[in-house]
């Protein structure tokens, strides 16, 4: 299968600081990634779809200042942690995806603390 | 509307035993995609199995199958001679027809018992 780098892996950070976690794909190209955010023992949230080239697409209730996507290359997208507070603290994954009706390969995960 | 609705929010199983995953789905579209992961205690997701909504078979992938009864809206995942390994959060999903979103169910967490 193809392969989705996710790091870092684990983060601590102050609160107040901005945390940035990239998410690679290794052998394909994504023209779209999507950003979850996961909650313990709850199932993946969609924060947004980013496509390559233009702006990331959030969903309702996500803060796109707080949040910031960026999607620069086919391979790499970022989602930054702007202003991080203890309430940001949680489980980020991304995904990537070829195509529609085609399986989407995750990244191993983020998991962020926010002190 | 609950789009994915997996009903079991744990399973208890003996090892060596078949355990079904349960996941029903609400869509309008004629053409979609099933998906099913898991995501182990270390937080990835894996991917299990496929099935296409045009898919005539049942999709088989080792000791994972897919039992996807489409008029009554069912994909139910089914672990022949469960593991340890097999400990997880079980996910249900569903992508509809030109959209690359998918659509999660809540998750059902399968304790593999020795």
Same mark, same amino acid.
């Given at each position: 299968?193809?392969?989705? #780098?996710?790091?870092?892996?684990?983060?601590?950070?102050?609160?107040?600081?901005s945390?940035?976690?990239?998410?690679?794909?290794?052998?394909?190209?994504?023209?779209?990634?999507?950003?979850?955010?996961q909650f313990p023992k709850k199932s993946l949230m969609l924060m947004a779809t980013s496509n390559e080239g233009s702006k990331a697409t959030y969903e309702q209730g996500v803060e796109k200042d707080k949040f910031l996507i960026n999607h620069?290359?086919?391979?790499? #997208?970022?989602?930054?942690?702007?202003?991080?507070?203890?309430?940001? #603290?949680?489980?980020?994954i991304c995904s990537a995806a070829r195509g529609v009706n085609t399986e989407a390969f995750f990244g191993q995960g983020t998991r962020l603390t926010v002190v | 509307a609950q789009k994915i609705t997996q009903t079991q929010p744990g399973m208890f199983v003996q090892e060596k035993e078949a355990v079904t995953l349960d996941c029903t789905y609400d869509?309008?579209?004629?053409?979609?995609g099933l998906f099913w992961y898991k995501q182990?205690?270390?937080?990835?997701?894996?991917?299990?199995?496929?099935?296409g909504s045009y898919d005539e078979q049942n999709a088989t992938e080792g000791r994972y199958s897919l039992n996807f009864q489409k008029a009554r809206k069912s994909a139910n995942l089914?672990?022949?001679?469960?593991?340890l390994g097999d400990s997880a959060m079980y996910f249900c999903a569903m992508r509809e027809r030109y959209n690359y979103q998918l659509i999660w169910g809540a998750g059902t967490k399968l304790i593999i018992k020795p």
């Open positions: 299968g193809a392969v989705v #780098s996710q790091h870092p892996s684990r983060v601590i950070c102050k609160s107040g600081t945390v940035k976690i990239e998410c690679r794909s290794l052998d394909f190209q994504a023209t779209t990634m999507f950003w979850y955010r620069a290359s086919l391979t790499l #997208s970022t989602l930054t942690v702007t202003s991080a507070h203890p309430e940001d #603290s949680s489980f980020y | 869509t309008s579209d004629q053409s979609y182990p205690s270390s937080g990835e997701m894996i991917f299990l199995i496929y099935q089914v672990i022949s001679a469960s593991q």
